[in-house]
């Protein structure tokens, strides 16, 4: 089992920044990819961003490109999506995700709420 507790919700205007933060348990955690995905009412989750588990390698969502930016620190393996030049269209329940690097299993968190006014 992995264990995911997001943190760093928030509501900004527009144009401001904000940092979630996900901290990662449970076995063998270190064999899962950790990455960011936002929902809003009425649809379906979508990807926004991820770090993979050895590389490093990051993916961002078109939408977020140049804006987001996904860090992960192995030591503490906590996940991070840095937020900047937030837009109206960012506000969402952003989910902590964890995606073993070989069976796929998926396990998500709680959700932390992101909205950001005009």
């Known amino acids: 089992q992995v264990q995911l507790v997001e943190s760093g919700g928030g509501s900004v205007q527009s144009g401001y920044s904000l940092r979630l933060s996900c901290a990662a348990s449970g076995r063998s955690i270190s064999n899962f990819h950790l990455g960011w995905f936002c929902q809003v009412p009425g649809k379906e989750r979508e990807f926004v961003a991820r770090v993979t588990k050895s590389s490093g390698d990051t993916y961002y969502a078109t939408s977020v490109k140049g804006r987001f930016a996904v860090s992960r620190v192995n030591v503490k393996t906590t996940v991070y999506l840095q937020m900047n030049s937030l837009k109206p269209e960012d506000t969402a329940v952003y989910y902590c995700?964890?995606?073993?690097?070989?069976?796929?299993?998926?396990?998500w968190g709680q959700g932390t709420q992101v909205t950001v006014s005009s």
């Open positions: 995700n964890a995606d073993h690097i070989s069976s796929h299993s998926q396990f």
